[in-house]
């Protein structure tokens, strides 16, 4: 029997030689989704009917048959599995991914198949936030929109609010971890989300004097310090300046209410950057544990978001 081995590397002809059709995209999916073995998602009988079918079970109470797809991120992909992982492996190596109508004409497929799909992907993006940033952490706001007249900074209209906290790195010269999330708005309820989600209790953190942060002061260790346009918070400058670029050098514009999954990808590659040769393989995983998302839980009627 041959031994399952893990796909790993940023090689496109590797990854082309070891995907050459759906069946052994298929197959990879089948060794996740049951390595701890089948259990029937009807009747929940562990007892399987012998088939030669690796990627398909039937249950042997109930007769269920239940694809390698079935009730994964992967579910009623239209354009074939070989494409769709492919779409997952150049969105997760590439360090900018692409927008959906590039990856339309590249697959053939209709842009808005393609960004469908790349919610999908999205979503297995989200942070499992079991790992809170420690150690030295920075947290400051931002907002993310084109640019218009008016009030700038906090309470800008027509932009969205986003708060993002990083970890520098035991050398302070760079990040080691980042999040972002958008907020309805500055207030510390608002602001507090990111704290619980992400930040450890004994970091040792440092925003700027926003009056937003001080009630948040007695459950967390903040420092704070007055913004000098840029003098300081250098590295969380610079990690804002990347997101904004990615945004608009990429997708030009995008809907308010997808906002937060662009940015769990963005911080999902940016965490990982170290971690190339799995990044690919983990994220098939997470697809594969994560329930499926039909397009009607995805579209939002929102205004789109110009950035």
């Not at 979503?123 to 809170?132: D, G, H, N, R, V």
């Amino acid at each position: 029997m041959e031994v399952f081995e893990d796909f790993k590397g940023q090689n496109l002809f590797e990854f082309m030689e070891r995907f050459p059709d759906d069946e052994s995209c298929k197959a990879y999916l089948a060794e996740y989704k049951w390595n701890e073995g089948f259990v029937c998602p009807q009747c929940g009988c562990t007892e399987e009917h012998h088939s030669n079918e690796p990627s398909t079970k039937r249950c042997k109470r109930c007769l269920h048959k239940e694809s390698a797809t079935a009730g994964t991120l992967f579910h009623k992909v239209k354009f074939g599995l070989k494409k769709a992982f492919y779409l997952v492996f150049e969105i997760v190596t590439t360090s900018k991914s692409s927008s959906s109508i590039v990856y339309a004409n590249k697959l053939g497929i209709q842009q808005k198949t393609a960004w469908l799909f790349c919610q999908k992907v999205r979503y297995a993006m989200e942070s499992s936030k079991l790992y809170p940033l420690e150690g030295k952490v920075e947290v400051d706001e931002t907002y993310i929109g084109g640019e218009s007249e008016g009030k700038r900074g906090r309470g800008a209209e027509n932009k969205i609010a986003v708060v993002i906290a990083i970890e520098k790195n035991n050398l302070e010269d760079g990040i080691k971890r980042a999040y972002a999330q958008v907020i309805d708005n500055c207030s510390s309820e608002e602001l507090r989300k990111i704290f619980v989600d992400h930040v450890d209790n004994s970091a040792q953190i440092k925003t700027d004097k926003w009056t937003g942060y001080l009630p948040i002061m007695k459950e967390w260790n903040i420092e704070m310090e007055k913004s000098k346009g840029g003098q300081n918070f250098e590295l969380m400058h610079r990690f804002i300046m990347g997101l904004k670029s990615w945004i608009r050098g990429i997708f030009h514009w995008i809907n308010p209410g997808h906002l937060q999954k662009y940015l769990d990808e963005y911080c999902y590659r940016f965490n990982r950057s170290i971690f190339k040769e799995t990044i690919f393989d983990k994220l098939i995983v997470r697809m594969v544990k994560h329930e499926p998302r039909p397009y009607k839980l995805i579209i939002l009627n929102k205004p789109k978001l110009n950035a």
